[in-house]
């Protein structure tokens, strides 16, 4: 893989989702103050990179989209000391936390220039190529879920991040590199639709669409330069003995919600699997249609996600496809509890256990990606069971109307990932 992929990866998902921001005041003066997130400043070869944000006492002109104000700006920067000059590589602006423009490039395709004398960037430029990657003084800004932009916070990832449960995707977002537990196991409570105000709202359609979840926020670059990605179009495969799953599944349902990108029944804990000899604990099943992942350019109607979270907060998604065919009489019983709205979640009356939407035959694919949805964190463990369920036409439709739009994104590429079973 390119190097400097390699590295943007890197960076992007140190400074996209993985660690509590910690700002550090470089410079205030009348009209704007300078931020730098410590924890974002790397060093690769001759080039150091650092997330910045400017805070603007009164609106700024955007001047590449006439018309459009900003008060805020977080962008990533490139400094090469040696020749002491300076490129922007992403900026994202925002007017009240809410963003209204970004734009990007690699650091490769940069354009760097020497920074006017005593401007932002050469602010930043002289702090960083004279502090190292230890960056100490300055006046600290305790590091708080809020200290960073709400809009851009790291914290808030996803919409669904900010609803009750986790949704299957999204716990990863801090995963990666902290100590956070990646799966919120929040109990359910209310307040979701205060949250969501601040997080970056993405949809499967439009101009927050699947390829422009990257431009959306920073925190969501992995899912344009991740190399990792879900889903998969599962086509050559490596045979191999795999383990079968071990694992219970027996603990109900408890409840059920509409999050708005999907439908999601969280069960009583208990329900886990051993993979790699490491316990992971089941969390929620959500559902997609049609199908994610395709099997030999295969899509189904339906697929339904498992998503166990170890501990340390690794993911391991176990997917079940449906065929159209006899109705499933576990889907049956959560379908008619189903919220045909988005909202909180309701406690189900119905007894459903995990087992009942996992097909006998437990053959299955294994490989590696990525949650699906925003941020698109990558290390995640796929289980994918080669027999599917069936669901009933009807089924099928219940559920599309419940999401009011389809909510697969597109398969991604491999980029030399192994599939096996
Ligand atoms: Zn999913």
Same mark, same amino acid.
């Given at each position: 893989?390119?190097?400097?992929?390699?590295?943007l990866?890197?960076?992007?998902?140190?400074?996209?989702?993985?660690?509590?921001?910690?700002?550090?005041?470089?410079?205030?003066?009348?009209?704007?103050?300078?931020?730098?997130?410590?924890?974002?400043?790397?060093?690769?070869?001759?080039?150091?990179?650092?997330?910045?944000?400017?805070?603007?006492?009164?609106?700024?002109?955007?001047?590449?989209?006439?018309?459009?104000?900003?008060?805020?700006?977080?962008?990533?920067?490139?400094?090469?000391?040696?020749?002491?000059?300076?490129?922007?590589?992403?900026?994202?602006?925002?007017?009240?936390?809410?963003?209204?423009?970004?734009?990007?490039?690699?650091?490769?395709?940069?354009?760097?220039?020497?920074?006017?004398p005593?401007?932002?960037m *050469?602010?930043?430029?002289?702090?960083?190529?004279l502090?190292?990657?230890?960056?100490?003084?300055?006046?600290e800004?305790k590091?708080?879920?809020t200290?960073t932009?709400?809009?851009?916070?790291?914290?808030?990832?996803?919409?669904?991040?900010?609803?009750?449960?986790?949704?299957?995707e999204?716990?990863?977002?801090?995963?990666?590199?902290?100590?956070?537990?990646?799966?919120?196991?929040?109990?359910?409570?209310?307040?979701?639709?205060k949250?969501?105000?601040?997080?970056?709202?993405?949809?499967?359609?439009?101009?927050?669409?699947?390829?422009?979840?990257?431009?959306?926020?920073?925190?969501f670059?992995t899912?344009?330069?991740g190399?990792?990605?879900?889903?998969?179009?599962?086509e050559?495969?490596?045979h191999?003995?795999?383990?079968?799953v071990?694992g219970?599944?027996?603990?109900?349902?408890?409840?059920?919600?509409?999050?708005?990108?999907?439908?999601?029944?969280?069960?009583?804990?208990?329900?886990?699997?051993?993979? *790699?000899?490491?316990?992971?604990?089941?969390?929620?099943?959500?559902?997609?249609?049609?199908?994610?992942?395709?099997?030999h350019?295969?899509?189904?109607p339906?697929?339904?996600?498992?998503?166990?979270?170890?501990?340390?907060?690794?993911?391991?998604?176990?997917?079940?496809?449906?065929?159209?065919?006899?109705?499933?009489?576990?889907?049956?019983k959560?379908w008619?509890?189903m919220?045909?709205?988005?909202?909180?979640?309701?406690?189900?009356k119905?007894?459903?256990?995990?087992?009942?939407?996992?097909?006998?035959?437990?053959?299955?694919?294994?490989?590696?990606?990525?949650?699906?949805?925003?941020?698109?964190?990558?290390?995640?463990?796929?289980?994918?069971?080669?027999?599917?369920?069936?669901?009933?036409?009807?089924?099928?439709?219940t559920?599309?109307?419940?999401?009011?739009?389809?909510?697969?994104?597109?398969?991604?590429?491999?980029?030399?990932?192994l599939?096996?079973?």
């Amino acid at each position: 893989m390119n190097k400097s992929i390699l590295f943007l990866l890197f960076l992007f998902t140190i400074s996209g989702n993985s660690y509590a921001t910690t700002w550090l005041k470089l410079s205030e003066n009348g009209t704007s103050k300078l931020m730098l997130d410590k924890q974002s400043v790397l060093q690769q070869d001759l080039l150091k990179k650092a997330w910045v944000k400017i805070e603007y006492k009164t609106p700024q002109e955007n001047l590449e989209s006439l018309g459009k104000q900003y008060n805020l700006s977080k962008l990533l920067w490139f400094f090469d000391c040696n020749s002491q000059k300076s490129a922007t590589s992403q900026v994202f602006q925002y007017l009240d936390n809410e963003l209204v423009y970004s734009a990007g490039v690699d650091s490769k395709n940069a354009e760097f220039i020497e920074p006017v004398p005593e401007s932002d960037m *050469d602010i930043a430029m002289r702090h960083i190529c004279l502090s190292g990657n230890a960056v100490a003084t300055a006046t600290e800004v305790k590091p708080t879920k809020t200290s960073t932009p709400p809009a851009a916070s790291k914290e808030a990832t996803s919409k669904a991040e900010a609803k009750p449960e986790p949704s299957p995707e999204k716990p990863a977002a801090p995963v990666a590199k902290t100590g956070t537990p990646a799966v919120k196991t929040t109990p359910v409570k209310s307040g979701a639709a205060k949250d969501n105000a601040q997080k970056p709202h993405w949809a499967y359609e439009g101009k927050e669409g699947p390829e422009n979840w990257a431009k959306l926020s920073p925190e969501f670059a992995t899912c344009e330069i991740g190399r990792n990605q879900s889903p998969i179009n599962i086509e050559d495969t490596m045979h191999t003995t795999l383990k079968p799953v071990r694992g219970i599944q027996k603990f109900p349902a408890k409840e059920i919600f509409n999050n708005g990108h999907t439908v999601q029944v969280n069960f009583k804990e208990g329900n886990m699997l051993v993979l *790699d000899s490491a316990p992971y604990q089941m969390k929620e099943v959500h559902f997609h249609a049609p199908s994610e992942n395709k099997i030999h350019n295969k899509s189904f109607p339906l697929e339904a996600h498992f998503v166990h979270a170890d501990s340390k907060g690794n993911l391991t998604v176990i997917a079940v496809m449906f065929k159209e065919g006899k109705a499933n009489p576990a889907l049956a019983k959560l379908w008619l509890e189903m919220p045909k709205k988005e909202g909180e979640p309701v406690a189900l009356k119905t007894r459903v256990i995990p087992s009942e939407l996992i097909p006998e035959n437990r053959a299955y694919y294994r490989f590696s990606g990525s949650l699906t949805t925003p941020p698109c964190s990558e290390g995640v463990r796929w289980i994918l069971m080669k027999t599917p369920m069936t669901a009933s036409k009807e089924q099928i439709e219940t559920f599309e109307q419940a999401i009011h739009h389809t909510n697969n994104r597109p398969v991604q590429a491999l980029n030399g990932r192994l599939v096996v079973e």
